[in-house]
Structures are given as structure tokens and as C-alpha cells.
């Protein structure tokens, strides 16, 4: 994949955020798109190795479209100066824990996990974790996890304890989050380098634990 054409592309999309100039562009973003699903394919193939829910899954289900919706907000910019991509059962619409790849000037990362589920996912995860504390903890605590996720990503969390938890629990904390998340920057050095595939699918294959006990929370609950 060649990660520098992307940047450039998108770095130059950030300075003229405009439909005119988006069509004069649009041969080049159809190419470096292609690029990405036929990466994203192969991601997929990887992550199946290990992951049994990564199987048979169409790249362009994990592709999100650079087409902004821009009904409700102020801010009217037609596109996305990033580009992203999230593996996962049903895609990225599937409201399934998996692997995300964020594409962005200086602002690149690898990511998963569950974000924003629908309240009985959260519910259901909560429970997971209340119920199965320690092998939660040994999860993200693990020193190989540790290596590249610091911790769960703390987005929107909550500042009181949930309700039908006990507040005084000693790991409420970990009750608290809306997305169930982790996160780690991407340099650009890396992204241009052979060893980037690697390191991508090494931090998937750390993260598949977590993935797994956010899915039987789901499974749990007959989803």
C-alpha cells in the first residue's frame, strides 16, 4: 500500500475541502481507495487466521465513506480529511467488536474493540466484566497488550457509576466507559516502512483477547 500517496492526498483534501476540487481529484482518490480495500483484503485474510469471526467479510462493508453527513452540524466540510476502516463481523455497521485503522496526516492509529454499542450491548459487556472481573483485567493489564495499548480509551466516560451496579464495587471504573476501546498512534516513519503489515497484525493478534470477551458478552446475551 503506498501510505505516502494517501497522506499527501489527504493532506492536500484538508487545505481544499471543496467539491470542485474533490472532482478534479477523484481519479487519484479512486486509486488510492482501491489501494486501501485491496489492503484492507488482505487484512482481512491475516486477522482470520486467529479470529474465526473475520472470514468471508467484503473490504468495502469496512471502508467508511469519505463523504461527510453534514445535516446536523455546523461545520458543512463535504469530506473527511481521514480515511478509516473497521474489521469486524457485519462490517462497520455491525454492532460487533473488532479492528479499526484510522489513515490521517499526523494523526494516524490503530484501534479496536467496541464503540458506542447500543445500550443492551453496554449492558451486557458491563455485566461481562462485572461478573468476570479478573479475567478482564488480566487481559489489558497483559504485559504484551501493555506494549501497545496503554489502556482503555476513556472518550465520553462516565463520571458516576453506572446504575444496577453497586457504586462502592472497588472496580467500578470499569464499569463506566460508553465505548469499550483502545487506541495507539501511528508514526508516519512507520507507515512508510516493510515492517508496517507487522506491526499492524501484531497489534491485532495482542488485541483478539479483548475482542473475544467483548464478543461473548454479545453471544451472552443471544446476540
Not at 464503540?115 to 453496554?122: A, D, G
Not at 497488550?145 to 472496580?171: I, M, N, Q, S, V
Not at 487506541?183 to 488485541?207: G, R, W
Request: with cysteine; charged share 25%; glycine share 6%.
Amino acid at each position: 500500500m503506498d501510505t505516502k500517496e494517501t497522506l499527501r492526498f489527504l493532506s492536500e483534501l484538508s487545505l481544499n475541502n471543496n467539491r470542485e476540487w474533490f472532482h478534479e481529484n477523484k481519479k487519484t482518490y479512486e486509486v488510492i481507495k482501491a489501494d486501501i480495500l485491496g489492503f484492507v483484503g488482505n487484512l482481512i485474510v491475516q486477522i482470520s487466521a486467529f479470529d474465526p469471526d473475520i472470514i468471508a467479510i467484503n473490504p468495502k462493508d469496512c471502508l467508511f465513506r469519505i463523504y461527510r453527513d453534514v445535516r446536523f452540524s455546523n461545520d458543512k466540510s463535504p469530506y473527511k480529511t481521514h480515511i478509516g476502516a473497521f474489521i469486524s463481523k457485519g462490517g462497520r455497521k455491525g454492532n460487533h467488536s473488532g479492528y479499526y485503522i484510522h489513515f490521517e496526516p499526523g494523526q494516524s492509529l490503530v484501534a479496536g474493540g467496541l464503540y458506542m454499542p447500543t445500550p443492551p450491548v453496554l449492558k451486557a459487556v458491563r455485566d461481562e466484566i462485572h461478573f468476570n472481573t479478573d479475567e478482564f483485567q488480566e487481559i489489558i493489564n497483559h504485559p504484551e497488550f501493555k506494549k501497545f495499548f496503554a489502556g482503555l480509551d476513556d472518550d465520553d466516560k462516565l463520571t458516576r457509576p453506572p446504575k444496577g451496579y453497586p457504586a462502592d464495587w472497588e472496580h467500578i471504573d470499569l464499569l463506566k466507559y460508553r465505548s469499550y476501546t483502545v487506541s495507539a498512534s501511528l508514526p508516519e516513519k512507520l507507515l512508510s516502512e516493510h515492517s508496517f503489515n507487522d506491526y499492524l497484525l501484531s497489534a491485532f493478534h495482542t488485541m483478539y483477547p479483548f475482542n473475544r470477551f467483548l464478543k461473548r458478552a454479545l453471544v451472552n446475551m443471544g446476540g
